[in-house]
């Protein structure tokens, strides 16, 4: 009777541990079944708390944090329509420009009084190491001195279709024969070699071989083409 009992109690606890079982999934179960629901309802609780933005039926309007400036953006398929703008407030910032630096022309006045600043330029130098790199503040004075001569690095293609006023075309592939043709324009002159702009480096090649060929007053201009064309300086096509 006894052995009987127990294996009735056992059967009753195998039986509460699958319905336990059972009623676990199910619980899981559920909840995965609505928590999709419960994202969305979230959602919308979040959507109705936002203080800077009012949703219509047929509109929606954007506002910044203080409320002054508003933008009605109509509700519409592929399409946000028109805009229309409040008047903005006089608090509503400015666009700002940074103009260029101005340099001004040089003149026989100021070449002097500037005359110290740039002298090292007119010295001769004594390894490729010193050859200088000049900014456009100190290309604009050499330009403006006469004393200087604008080699163009740039493919002769470019250079036909524009280039600094004055200059020369010197290629990377010139031969010193072709340079040689060229010892009385290059005589006497501040050789300013110039390419593309930041980042070129033909005007640097073109500086080495003037120097391997004796020239000792050479410059790089590393603004290049790019930079003269922006402050408006002069050109020739």
Not at 134 to 142: G, N, R, V, Y
Not at 193 to 212: E, F, M, N, R
Not at 214 to 223: E, L, P, Q, S
């Given at each position: 009777?006894?052995?009987?009992?127990?294996?009735?109690n056992?059967?009753?606890?195998?039986?509460?541990?699958?319905?336990?079982?059972?009623?676990?999934?199910?619980?899981?179960?559920?909840?995965?079944?609505?928590?999709?629901?419960?994202?969305?309802?979230?959602?919308?609780?979040?959507?109705n708390?936002m203080?800077?933005?009012?949703?219509?039926?047929?509109?929606?309007?954007?506002?910044?944090?203080?409320?002054?400036?508003?933008?009605?953006v109509?509700?519409?398929?592929?399409?946000v329509?028109?805009?229309?703008?409040?008047?903005?407030?006089?608090?509503?910032?400015?666009?700002?420009?940074?103009?260029?630096?101005?340099?001004?022309?040089?003149?026989?006045?100021?070449?002097?009084?500037?005359?110290?600043?740039?002298?090292?330029?007119?010295?001769?130098i004594?390894?490729?190491?010193e050859?200088?790199k000049?900014?456009?503040?100190?290309?604009?004075?050499?330009y403006?001195?006469?004393?200087?001569?604008f080699?163009?690095?740039?493919?002769?293609?470019?250079?036909?279709?524009?280039?600094?006023?004055?200059?020369?075309?010197?290629?990377?592939?010139?031969?010193?024969?072709?340079?040689?043709n060229?010892?009385?324009t290059?005589?006497?002159?501040?050789?300013v070699?110039?390419?593309?702009?930041?980042?070129?480096?033909?005007?640097?090649?073109?500086?080495?071989?003037?120097?391997?060929m004796?020239?000792?007053?050479?410059?790089?201009?590393?603004?290049g083409?790019n930079l003269?064309?922006?402050?408006?300086?002069?050109i020739?096509?």
């Open positions: 009777m006894n052995k009987k009992k127990r294996i009735k056992k059967h009753i606890s195998i039986s509460n541990i699958f319905i336990t079982i059972f009623i676990i999934i199910f619980i899981f179960f559920l909840l995965f079944l609505i928590k999709p629901v419960i994202l969305q309802i979230k959602s919308f609780i979040n959507i708390k203080s800077n933005s009012i949703v219509h039926q047929k509109s929606f309007i954007i506002m910044n944090e203080s409320g002054n400036i508003k933008k009605e109509p509700i519409k398929p592929a399409s329509g028109n805009i229309k703008f409040e008047p903005a407030s006089k608090y509503s910032p400015k666009p700002t420009f940074t103009p260029f630096i101005k340099i001004p022309e040089a003149t026989p006045e100021n070449i002097n009084l500037t005359k110290k600043k740039f002298s090292y330029l007119f010295k001769t004594d390894s490729k190491d050859i200088h000049i900014d456009i503040e100190t290309a604009k004075f050499l403006d001195s006469g004393k200087a001569l080699i163009d690095a740039r493919s002769r293609v470019e250079f036909k279709e524009s280039h600094i006023k004055g200059a020369i075309s010197i290629p990377t592939n010139a031969t010193p024969e072709e340079i040689n060229l010892k009385d290059l005589k006497g002159k501040v050789l070699t110039y390419c593309h702009g930041i980042g070129c480096h033909l005007s640097d090649k073109v500086a080495y071989k003037l120097y391997d004796g020239y000792r007053n050479i410059a790089i201009f590393f603004g083409w003269w064309n922006e402050y408006n300086y002069p020739e096509k």
